[in-house]
């Protein structure tokens, strides 16, 4: 049905075997692929009407939209009056005892500059549906012509001299009286240059089960525009644009949504999109729920790998903000405003960096201290010390969002709820721009926390959710872009055995190959301690040493970091040196906390 013809100022677009003008079904479908034309590869069908269908030929007729009316022989021949100039200046009285002289005629035009007044008889519909429209554009009926088309909605042509279609005053008012004279999925086009509106039946726009990611997007992945899905088709459209993050003008994207909802598949696309394109990787999540970004490990940064436990998470926190301050100095001497500015040799030294951090409230926000427990009793004494980490890594999250971004260091924070209490402080959401609400069924109460404008921003609709295909979709909103329903891409192959993940480490692979490891990232303990020193009063209450992150134990670290047989003598050496960081690290934390009031 894409081969189109031009016969003089018409145009032709073949129909499709065994087409059928009087199924209403064939008619919707035929008006869904012009209207995709028209978004894509023809967007001067948005100037032409359909005229007609011939089924001889096997063509759709479109005809300039400012031309023609209706299907010739479609109305009676029209009646014409000539009236002297008063009367014709005096338009509502003179229409008022035409009509009244003519019983089952309306008057649809009067001529001021030909003192001419044309009738035409219409019936019930055509006149509800022309009183409906010129109440809206506040015109008076005859300065509203309303015509049927073939594919059963209708054609309102709005006298120039009375009126100017404007879209911002006129659209929201028009679609209302669509949905009135029509059904569920009619819509509108607005064409102002012609001053017509096109009605047309339709289906409510929905998604299809599955949104693959396009081939320009695996093939030639783009390392500023991280996409992530597609946004849910206008009316009368089968497809909607592809929605992606600006990573240069929007650096710190929030996702929220409950479990299950398709969190972990929006996150791995926009992560696929940042690796293949080139950029550096970093992982922060709960040591339960690290399996989610196992397909992409082998590709993470050293000491980027934050998902063996509370220490790892705060350790690759303050590694991150090392880098950034390693960054700064570089954009200074090179006397630039941001990593953006860089020579691209000095940008490939340090690339975009990707944080991605899930499951924010297991790992930064600080457990209640019991009260009333004896100093020594080592559910107090874990507490404290879980208290010091989390509080550690919730400070680095709120350093990052404020002055990373500049630095070339990008964000993603991820957590079921966007509250304070789930580690997102508001000054963390502030430096979070892109917001998407992950979810067909979402508490309005996490709209409200994470949207700019969730009173006026849409839901994922009914009609999406009662097909089961609300799998995946959300609330989109990104600087730049208009904030609407989306539904993030995935992709399976049961018949190998392959899921989202698996095919996007596999399309990795042939992007970026790399040694398969499965260890990189991972963080050593002496490490650990030297990045987050309260690290080293881990506590141990088994006698057998502090464990490693990779499970074997630690030589020589006790109850306060010393061996348990030691642990009555005095610390020396080192091991006083690490115990004094600990306690002013303790001591650091608890001044930041109280200064950001948190």
């Known amino acids: 049905m894409t ?15 065994g087409f059928d003008p009087t199924n209403e079904q064939h008619m919707k479908k035929l008006t869904m692929q012009v209207q995709e034309l028209a978004a894509s590869r023809m967007p001067e069908l948005s100037d032409y009407s359909l005229y007609s269908i011939d089924e001889q030929s096997g063509y759709a007729i479109y005809a300039p939209i400012d031309q023609v009316d209706a299907v010739a022989g479609s109305t009676p021949e029209p009646r014409y009056f000539t009236v002297d100039a008063g009367r014709a200046a005096n338009q509502k009285r003179t229409a008022q005892e035409y009509e009244q002289n003519n019983p089952g005629w309306f008057v649809v035009d009067i001529n001021m500059v030909q003192r001419l007044v044309t009738m035409e008889q219409l019936d019930e519909k055509t006149l509800t549906v022309r009183r409906l429209f010129a109440d809206v554009l506040k015109v008076d009926p005859w300065k509203v012509r309303v015509t049927r088309t073939p594919e059963g909605g209708w054609k309102i042509r709005i006298n120039k001299t009375a009126r100017t279609y404007v879209a911002s005053k006129y659209d929201k008012a028009v679609q209302e009286a669509v949905d009135t004279i029509g059904a569920p999925g009619w819509f509108f086009k607005a064409n102002p240059k012609a001053n017509v509106i096109m009605v047309y039946p339709g289906e409510l726009p929905t998604f299809p089960k599955a949104i693959p990611m396009p081939r320009t997007v695996v093939e030639h992945p783009n390392l500023r525009h991280g996409y992530y899905g597609m946004r849910l088709p206008d009316k009368g459209r089968k497809t909607g644009d592809m929605l992606y993050n600006d990573w240069k003008d929007s650096p710190g994207v929030l996702v929220a949504g409950a479990s299950n909802g398709g969190k972990s598949v929006l996150i791995n696309s926009l992560v696929y999109g940042f690796v293949a394109g080139g950029g550096m990787l970093a992982v922060v999540d709960e040591k339960g729920k690290s399996a989610d970004f196992q397909w992409v490990r082998p590709w993470v940064m050293d000491k980027g790998w934050g998902c063996d436990g509370l220490e790892s998470s705060a350790a690759v926190l303050r590694n991150i903000l090392r880098i950034c301050d390693e960054r700064a100095r570089i954009i200074n001497d090179a006397g630039k405003m941001n990593w953006w500015g860089l020579p691209d040799d000095v940008k490939r030294d340090n690339p975009l960096l990707l944080l991605v951090c899930d499951e924010i409230s297991q790992w930064a926000v600080a457990p209640k201290v019991p009260m009333g427990l004896d100093k020594d009793n080592p559910d107090l004494i874990e507490a404290k010390y879980e208290n010091a980490i989390c509080s550690s890594s919730y400070i680095s999250l709120l350093k990052i969002s404020q ?9 993603l924070y991820a957590a079921q709820s966007a509250t304070q209490q789930a580690g997102l402080d508001p000054k963390v959401r502030l430096n979070l721009t ?5 979810g067909e069924k979402v508490q309005e109460s996490i709209y409200d926390n994470v949207l700019n404008d969730a009173k006026h921003s849409p839901r994922v609709p009914q009609n999406v959710i009662k097909e089961g295909v609300g ?7 990104t600087p730049g872009q208009e ?5 993030s891409f995935y992709e399976d192959d049961p018949a190998h055995g392959l899921e989202w993940a698996d095919i996007l480490r596999e399309r990795l692979e042939r992007e970026r190959p790399t040694v398969m490891d499965m260890s990189r990232g991972a963080i050593a303990w002496q490490d650990v301690v030297a990045l987050v020193p309260a690290a080293a009063d881990k506590p141990d209450f088994s006698g057998d040493g502090v464990e490693s992150l990779d499970g074997s134990p630690v030589e020589g670290f006790g109850v306060d970091g010393r061996d348990v047989a030691d642990r009555d003598a005095p610390l020396k050496g ?5 115990h004094v960081s600990a306690l002013e690290l303790a001591r650091r934390t608890a001044r930041e906390l109280e200064r950001d009031g948190i």
Do not use: Q, W
């Open 3 to 17: 081969d189109t013809t031009h016969d003089g100022g018409f145009k032709k677009i073949r129909l499709p075997h």
């Open 471 to 477: 799998k995946g979709c959300g609330v989109s909103e």
């Open 483 to 487: 904030t609407c329903v989306f539904k």
């Open 403 to 411: 002055k990373a971004r500049f630095a070339g260091i990008c964000f």
């Open 574 to 578: 080192a091991a006083a040196a690490a």
């Open 434 to 438: 892109t917001k998407l609400v992950i």
